[in-house]
């Protein structure tokens, strides 16, 4: 799946087959790079809900 904004494009990676039941974005890339990766997980007492990776730097 890609978007394009401004001129830039950006590629999702989709995982359809997760724990949610629901199609989710796992990871986020532009300019030919990864500029974002999402993990999700589940959490004691609320199902599952996403939890972002921290930036690196």
């Known amino acids: 799946m890609q978007q394009t904004v401004g001129g830039v494009t950006t590629t999702y990676l989709v995982d359809a087959q997760n724990p949610t039941g629901y199609a989710q974005i ?13 993990t999700y997980g589940a959490r004691p007492n609320a199902g599952y809900a996403p939890y972002r990776c921290p930036e690196p730097g």
Do not use: M, P
């Open 26 to 38: 796992v990871e986020e890339a532009g300019a030919g790079t990864v500029q974002r990766t999402l």
